[in-house]
């Protein structure tokens, strides 16, 4: 794992992979299967592992956290980034901080609490664990009023931020004046698009983020990276028939729940066993199981012949 402090290529360089983690029966990690999820997607050519929703950290104790990220540490590459996060409340992420930096993570995501927080009160909490942990971190952003953009600037002049993950939906993602006033304030390469690959050209090509998080990655990360590359190359045509390859299994994810249609797809896929889900989420349906095998599977057919032609 790297630990060096991420800079703006780093924020451009590689997909944001934000995989799902792996447990037993019992809700302890399963290592191998977390290990072969790594694998899979470093052989696509993604170095940014970060464990965040999909990987369900809301629920995730002090108790069995260093084992956890340890393990993930471990089974990452040399030049992988492996990004915790913290939270949502501030007792939890205060309690988890000395774990995080002993561990020396290059930074941690904070994820967004709903209930009961204030925006001076989030901004509060964020600036107390950077302070404490000793370097800038990441805030995910999901709701336009989470913090406002004078406040996501002062933190971020202050050294408190590093980078923003947006994911304030809309139903044209390239109309967004609250996300156009954060790229004004802080500039784009520090703001990376955290909805998948949906909206992953136009908040790219409208508002020229850094790079975009992907859940789908997960099983198809060379065409993940492929799509990142023809946005960054201009090349619009190719950006969207690649764009084109992955949707059918965003369209999958947002039909049920993100989180869990990811969990139990890389297990479908025949990736990894993911096993259960860590509580308080449970997985889908069984009778949803058909239709979301095939779809994984035929993405990761996709993802293979694109290897197959890269070899």
Not at 259 to 269: E, G, K, Y
Request: charged share 20%; net charge negative.
């Amino acid at each position: 794992m790297k630990t060096t402090p991420i800079s703006e290529s780093d924020l451009s360089g590689s997909v944001l992979s934000v995989p799902p983690l792996a447990w037993n029966e019992d809700f302890s990690p399963n290592h191998e299967a977390n290990t072969a999820l790594i694998k899979h997607i470093e052989a696509g050519g993604v170095t940014t592992l970060l464990y965040g929703g999909n990987a369900n950290m809301h629920n995730i104790g002090v108790t069995g956290l260093a084992n956890l990220l340890q393990h993930l540490i471990v089974a990452a590459g040399f030049e992988s980034w492996v990004l915790p996060s913290v939270g949502p409340d501030y007792g939890g992420m205060m309690d988890q901080l000395p774990v995080i930096k002993e561990l020396e993570f290059p930074t941690a995501m904070v994820l967004p609490i709903q209930f009961p927080a204030t925006p001076a009160g989030i901004a509060t909490g964020v600036g107390r664990f950077s302070e404490k942990l000793g370097k800038p971190v990441i805030v995910y952003i999901k709701t336009e009023n989470y913090l406002s953009v004078d406040q996501l600037s002062s933190l971020f002049e202050d050294g408190v931020i590093r980078a923003i993950k947006y994911a304030v939906p809309r139903e044209e993602p390239k109309e967004d004046s609250y996300l156009s006033d954060l790229v004004n304030a802080i500039g784009p390469k520090n703001i990376v698009s955290g909805f998948g690959e949906r909206p992953a050209i136009d908040h790219l090509k409208t508002f020229d983020l850094a790079g975009f998080t992907s859940g789908c990655v997960c099983i198809a990360p060379k065409l993940s990276m492929d799509l990142l590359h023809a946005i960054q190359a201009e090349n619009w045509d190719e950006a969207a028939r690649v764009h084109g390859l992955i949707m059918p299994m965003e369209y999958q994810r947002e039909r049920i729940s993100p989180i869990r249609v990811l969990h139990d797809a890389v297990t479908l896929s025949g990736i990894a066993e993911m096993g259960p889900m860590y509580p308080m989420l449970s997985g889908i349906d069984e009778a949803e199981y058909d239709k979301i095998r095939t779809t994984a599977r035929a993405l990761l057919e996709l993802e293979m012949e694109s290897r197959a032609v890269r070899s």
